[in-house]
């Protein structure tokens, strides 16, 4: 009876640990591509100033913890940020090491919400 108690044991915990009962965690794998659906409520293309149209977004979230996201512009321009983040539960945080600053989202299913000063985006998982 020991010689079998001990590998069944030991696969019982392989397979809890192997587990996530966090109800709280995302529901799909965060790595990859996010694809930006609405700024600001708006479906895109969405103006963010005189002559600055957001024509598309993607987020690339990569599994060791670091980030790049490609906007881009009417016009042809784009712009990338790169930087790390980190996620508790259903939070994300984002630390922006282009332009130095930190921001605040959030993962529900296969949609990713971040708000960055005055701008909320919502991705959708590629």
Do not use: H
């Not at 609405?38 to 979230?61: F, W």
């Not at 921001?103 to 919502?122: H, K, M, P």
């Amino acid at each position: 009876m020991k010689r079998f108690f001990v590998p069944i044991l030991a696969v019982a915990m392989m397979f809890a640990a192997g587990c996530n009962n966090d109800a709280t965690s995302p529901s799909v794998s965060l790595t990859g591509t996010w694809t930006l659906r609405t700024l600001n409520g708006q479906q895109l293309p969405v103006a963010v100033g005189l002559n600055t149209v957001v024509t598309g977004e993607q987020l690339t979230l990569n599994n060791d913890g670091t980030y790049n996201d490609i906007v881009l512009y009417s016009g042809g321009n784009s712009s990338t940020e790169i930087g790390y983040y980190t996620v508790s539960g259903n939070a994300i945080t984002f630390i922006d090491q282009t332009d130095n600053i930190q921001y605040q989202g959030s993962i529900s299913g296969n949609v990713l919400t971040a708000i960055s000063g005055s701008y909320t985006s919502v991705y959708q998982k590629s």
